[in-house]
Every structure is written in structure tokens, then in C-alpha cells.
């Protein structure tokens, strides 16, 4: 079954079953590498950065919260290659009370907007958590961790990323324009 605009969509789209990848079209499969066949039957598990990240996600999905079937996010994604980059995801699921059941997600590649800095996984906890506006005293509290370290993590993102004060990381870590 061809459909031209599913197959030619400038975006990458990709139907999924309980998280594998049951069809996707030429954009996703030049994104992530490979062809749309190839891709045909791979969980989608592959294609994140780490388990722990994949987990997270799946937890998210499950929050009430989330429990409108429809969902959005920027995140690392690795290609078939290893290569990881920033990527906007947005999906539906056919189903609010089984969200993985089945679902129509799109994948745009925004590497060349927000090209990926190596981090820790407690960096990146410490990176979402500033951006969600939380003060150091906050994410300590959150990750059970002193402000003091909080404050170490976030002077190692402000290098990493180039910044010199926190506003100018948050944008840069969030991809807006400074």
C-alpha cells in the first residue's frame, strides 16, 4: 500500500506498534539511515541515545499528563550509524488508555540548529532541570544532590556549551536564538 504523501512528507513520519516501527516513510529513513525497509520491524529502542533514555520516555508517556494521546518533545535520537542529534518528535496515539498500542509520530532532524554536546547523564538531569527554571537549591533537592554540585554541573555546561551566564545556557540548551 503506497501513499504518496505519507512516502514524500518532508518530515520524517514513522507508525508505530508497542514501539516498533511497523512503516515509515523516505524522510525518516534518511534521518535516521537506512532505508524504509530496513527500518521495517526495529524498535524504536534502536534509535535512542541510551536505554535509560528510551525508559524515560516511556515513563513520560504514561504520566496523566500525557494521557491526551498526543505528545511532543526535542530530544537526542542516535541514527542507524551511532551518530547522535537533536531531534523534534511529535505523536499521536490511536489510543489515550494504551498509548503505545498504536501511534503516527514525525521525527524533523535539527542538528544543523542545535548541533549535540557531549553530557553526562547527570549533566543532561542538570540541563532539564535548569531549563525548567529550577534553582540549584531546587535540583539538589530533586536529584538528592548539594547546591554546591548543582552549581560545579552547571558551570561544566556553561564551557561545554560556550555560555558565558545561565540565561544565555538555557537558550542555548533550549535552541532558541540569542
Known sequence: ????????????????EHRVIK??????????????A??????????????EDYQRIGEILQLPEAQSGVYNDER???RTSGALFWCRVRGRSTSISQPFLTGVWSFADLSEERP??????REREVAILTCRGLSAKEIGLKLDLSYRTVETHRARL????GARKLPELVAKLSGMPL
Open 38 to 51: 530496513e527500518l521495517c520491524e526495529l524498535p524504536i529502542a534502536a534509535l535512542y541515545p541510551s536505554a
Open 158 to 161: 556553561l564551557d561545554k556549551f
Open 76 to 78: 537526542i535520537m542516535r
Open 1 to 16: 500500500m503506497s501513499d504518496p504523501a505519507f512516502e514524500f512528507a518532508p518530515v520524517g513520519l514513522a507508525l508505530l
Open 23 to 36: 512503516r515509515c516513510n523516505l524522510q525518516f529513513a534518511e534521518t535516521f539511515g537506512g532505508s524504509p
Open 116 to 121: 549535540v554536546v557531549s553530557l553526562t547523564p
